[in-house]
């Protein structure tokens, strides 16, 4: 079975940092590209960044570029997020998410954690 | 940039009713384009890929089509489990979700 186990959120002032973890398990990760999709609260989808196989095909969405740094260790199942200069409007429920191929090209979203909440505020 | 805007934003609707959710992109995306299905509280759930194509494990009542600027989503008959917010997503130079809509029981 499939699972995606976020962790890393919580209450952050803005300007500061946070890192996001997202621990796979279930099917073979370094077989698959994997990508953060953010939600604010009673909002839509939004993603954020995307990352290939073996790290070597990185996106960005634009309100994040130059923030925001994605990675991954394959030894470890695990992808992580690491955000800075946080923003108010960085508040969201942060989604890890599986993808159905192994690049960032025309991405389909199969499989998604539950989340972890990140609160930006003073 | 491209901009996907579905239609309607919500609808009510009844157990047993044929829905019809529509993406429109602002230009054409070929047929790189996804659905997802969300509860309160959950996480997305993909149903639809490359326009048409089935989610392995998803009802057969659910159906994707469409190519260019037009897709559709329809639930040829809408079950009590079905009352969530969809969204379309498609690829042209980063992957963009449509505002949502929301089915509701009417």
């Known amino acids: 079975e499939v699972q995606l186990v976020e962790s890393g959120g919580g209450l952050v002032q803005p300007g500061r940092s946070l890192r996001l973890s997202c621990a796979a398990s279930g099917f073979t990760f370094d077989d698959y590209a994997m990508h953060w999709v953010r939600q604010a609260p009673g909002k839509g989808l939004e993603w954020v960044s995307g990352i290939s196989w073996n790290s070597g095909s990185i996106g960005y969405a634009d309100s994040v570029k130059g923030r925001f740094t994605i990675s991954r260790d394959n030894a470890k199942n695990s992808l992580y997020l690491q955000m800075n200069s946080l923003r108010a409007e960085d508040t969201a429920l942060y989604y890890c998410a599986k993808d159905k191929g192994d690049s960032i090209a025309a991405p389909d979203f199969d499989y998604w954690g539950q989340g972890t909440l990140v609160t930006v505020s003073s | 940039a491209i901009q996907l805007t579905q239609s309607p934003s919500s609808l009510s609707a009844s157990v047993g009713d044929r829905v019809t959710i529509t993406c429109r992109a602002s230009?054409?995306?070929?047929?790189?384009l996804a659905w997802y299905q969300q509860k309160p509280g959950k996480a997305p759930k993909l149903l639809i890929y490359?326009?048409?194509s089935l989610e392995s494990g998803v009802p057969s009542r659910f159906s994707g089509s469409g190519s260019g600027t037009d897709f559709t989503l329809t639930i040829s008959s809408l079950q009590p489990e079905d009352f969530a917010t969809y969204y379309c997503q498609q690829f042209n130079s980063y992957p963009l979700f449509g505002g949502g809509t929301k089915v509701e029981i009417k």
């Open positions: 490359d326009a048409s």
């Open positions: 230009q054409g995306i070929s047929s790189a």
